[in-house]
């Protein structure tokens, strides 16, 4: 039996729905309100629950073999990508579990003071390698499917808003290839006990993103390129009245100041471990709009 939190977000939908064309018998962490019943219609058994409540994760734990950790936080990193992270892990140990897939981000490890996701995710990454289990922390870079909605406005206006700078590098990854990645983490032996960046096959600039979408569609891009310092007044603003959001803007800065992207050989290693080739971002675009 699979566990899998964040089961009805961007990557753990994908990890549920191949776990079950692969007759894997799964349970899904939900929230009452979560959008979780196409995964009850593919088989999965549904836990409902809240990643706030240790005894939620004590008795979603119990039995299972193996466990998969693809929740988000929303602006709260310390409860949830933090501290209910410790305590899967912790569950995990107490039930004799197998493996653990943990989804943490590409740059975990650089350091950023003011991104409490990337501080939470480098602290649960030490946590798990210290743990004892099996792991395999995964550190993805963008996702493709979180441009999904950018493409489709893109097709409607032909704009695209870009803040930062444009010549920033990036590697998307399709997220069907790193739902794949996750689920042959917890059998593929070069992927026990290994951190791995996760990135798409192509170093792309962040302008790369917008000529693509032209090219899909035959459309000359209009980019509009709005600075930093937006965020930056933005951030402040907030601050005066809630000081959790402007501590997320932070995460949300840091990911749109630096750049994300996996080099040639961490990429080759990733195609070596895992025997497959990544698709690049065009290869996905076009599949999911059937053009
Ligand atoms: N998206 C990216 O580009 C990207 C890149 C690198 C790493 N990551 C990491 O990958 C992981 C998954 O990202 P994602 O984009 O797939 O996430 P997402 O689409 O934002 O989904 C978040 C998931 O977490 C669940 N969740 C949030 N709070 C919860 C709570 N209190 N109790 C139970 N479930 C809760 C949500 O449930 P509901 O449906 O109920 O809201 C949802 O299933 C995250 O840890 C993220 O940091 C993402």
Known sequence: ??????????????VVRLLRQREQSVRVFVRLNSRYSELEHRG???????LLEEKDIQKASRGVRYIISAHGSDSDALSLDYRA??????QAKANGVEHFVFISVLGADRGYEDAPVFKAKRAVERYLAASGLNYTILRPSGLASNLLPLVERFRET???LLVGDRKNRTSI???????????DSVTVEGARNQILPVGGPEILLREDIPRIFGRIFAKEPVIINSPLFVIDGLQGALGLF??????ALGTYRT????EFFCTKDEIANLEVIFNFQLETLENFLRRYLAV
């Open 1 to 14: 039996m699979f566990l899998v939190t964040g089961a009805t977000g961007g990557i753990g939908r994908k």
């Open 44 to 50: 999965a058994e549904i836990f409902i629950g809240d």
């Open 85 to 90: 992270n410790i305590e899967l892990i912790d």
């Open 158 to 160: 032909g704009l695209y």
């Open 173 to 183: 990854v399709s997220t069907d290839d790193l739902a794949r990645i996750v689920v």
């Open 242 to 247: 809630n000081p959790q959001i402007q501590k």
């Open 255 to 258: 990911l749109l100041a630096n």
